[in-house]
């Protein structure tokens, strides 16, 4: 399948580089599995579209450290095409997409791959309900986010894993959320609430540090068996890890990613993976992980709040500037 | 009657719109009234030669082997680079590859610099601008304007021949022979559009390309298969060679008598949407020109010649900037 409409490679096919050994290493756990990983937040990047953020996550610290980057454009609200059906409310869509160079191993084309459907799907219902649609009849509002740069943990092939369920996703998602989120709140449009993205995992801890031959061990006792991975839960302390990188190294064991709306207290997304006990006994672990990512998020909320405060200073401070025109116009200042 | 009713106050001014109207409903006319004040200032505030000053951060991307950050104005642009293997042996199993001139290059090393670059399509240069950086784009296939600019990137590329193939090639460590190639696709994002987006593209390709570092390969006899090390001290930086940069300007023919035409340097995307007449000077070291395009309107070889003059002092500008990110490897 050749895209006609780009430059493409050698016809005979290329494959990624093929390294003498792994040099990829583990990095060492620094974070204790409540702190949350720093995130910079700036909205307004983008000054051609209605609202933008860019996030990153977390601030890296040397070149080579794999980061989280996302930027995100709204647009709207803006008129339907006319060949559209009335709608009484406003229709929000959401796609999000990998650049090419943003995945570790293979390149990612260009044409959406079923991941980021799914992805811009869920994105769409986790803001969906945050924002007020009913407001602005027969109109669209545009939500793009892009990926520059993740951590990897996709589940895609000859990636490799760090054991047990990858997170990657999750957090690209949750990240997703939370910046879209900003970026609506940069656009002036009107919201019940901004969204946050949360994610937590279940791991299994041993001995309080997870090392990393340790770790090889046993997962080669129970890669895929259902019941191996019952018999590790029993050997190993299962503890919760809020924010949980594909990077650290952990075995996750079940991971939840939220978009959870602090002010009303709502959830407008949760997605599980990895199986959880909740047989009733004291550790629920149902309620346990979603509590924790509920928790993740109210602390990336408070980075979002910040952003969207800041920008929002600042704008009050033009209007100040120019009152006297300000006044007359008041649709119009808002969008010069 | 003869007393006359009270005057009604005349509306102050029954047709007058605050600028930003102005402009929406007549860009035209906005941009001469502009161009016609004294000194001529553009609605950004830039005189008509005004470049906007460019910004660059290199290798802030993990996953790319090369990448680069231009911003100049509100349009800004991010490259990555990236190598893949182009294995001669695995791909041509009983079938011929013809090359696109007849002259194979591969068995000289050095001098004879076979253009396999061009030959073999070793470099794979594409934009995205569906990221929703502009009102106008949208996800799905590249428009016509994107395939333009892609087409253009890659003519550029090619053209001044920036990438040695000696850089590319993978030997048989005993025999010396071409085995393989690295492949690179480049990949320039727009993360935000306001004109001129040939100009950021361009830069941000040849910064990431001068930014990249390449794993060192060799061809493994007993695997038949391209092996690298994985030590990043033994990465090798791209072999690039000179510089080479684009300037981008809009022309506007404001009539005989009230200035007749102006050329706009670095236009944005308001001045593009007005101006018919573009003209690219592709500026190279030494004050050199390497590539001269004009489209649209009646020219004349003065203005050429004023888009020359501008684009090699455009040109030091970008290399100072270059010099100042990329260090002394650059």
Redesign the interface.
Known sequence: MTDR??????L????????????THKSIIKRSPTTLRKIFLKTG?????TG?AFLELPT?ST?????L?L?????GPRPLPSSTTFSSNARLTA?L?F??????GR?RG?I?DGVERDLSAQLSIALGKSVAVGKYPKSAI???V?V???EGGLGDAGDEAGGGVDVGLMSVLATAISCASAAIADAGIECFDLVAGGVAGLVLEQGGVVEEDRVEKSLEVGQDSDDARRGMRKNGKVTLVLDPSPIDGYIILAAAAVGYMAARDELTLVWTKGSMGWDGDSTDEVERIVDGAITASTGVRLVINEAVKERLLLGLKEMGLIRG?AVS?DG?AA?? | MTTAPPPSPPPPNPLSF????FQKLAPKIFLERHLQSTPATRPSGRNPDTFRTPSLHT??????HG?AVVRTG?T?V?C????????LA???GGRI?VLRTGEDGRGKNGEGEGDEVRE???V???L?M??????DY??G??TDFA?AV??RL?RLLLSNKLISSQSLRILDPNTEEVKAYW?L?I?A?V????GNVLDAAWASILAALRSTRL?Q?YWDQDTE????????SRYKSLDVKGLAFTASFAVIDLGAGKGGKVILSDPD?FEEGVCGERVMVCALEGEKVGWIEKGGGVGQVAEVVECVHRATERFKIWEQLFAEVLGSSG
Request: include cysteine; charged fraction near 20%.
């Open positions: 409409r780009r430059i493409n490679g050698p005979e096919g290329t494959i990624p580089p093929v390294f003498l050994t792994s040099s990047l983008t000054p051609p579209a933008s890296p070149h080579s450290t794999p980061t980057k930027t995100s454009s709204v647009y796609e997409k650049s090419p160079f943003s995945t570790p390149r260009y959406r545009d939500v793009f892009s520059l740069d993740c025109k116009g119009d969008m010069s | 605050p600028p930003a109207t290798n802030s991307l993990s996953h790319a990448s509100d800004a991010v990555g680079v990236r190598g893949e293997v182009l294995s695995a791909g041509t590859v073999r399509g070793l794979v240069t594409n995205e569906g990221t929703g950086c502009s009102r949208h996800p296939p590249p395939q892609t087409a890659h492949v696709y990949d994002v993360i935000s559009l306001d794993p390969a298969v391209v092996v690298c090390y994985p030590e990043v995307e």
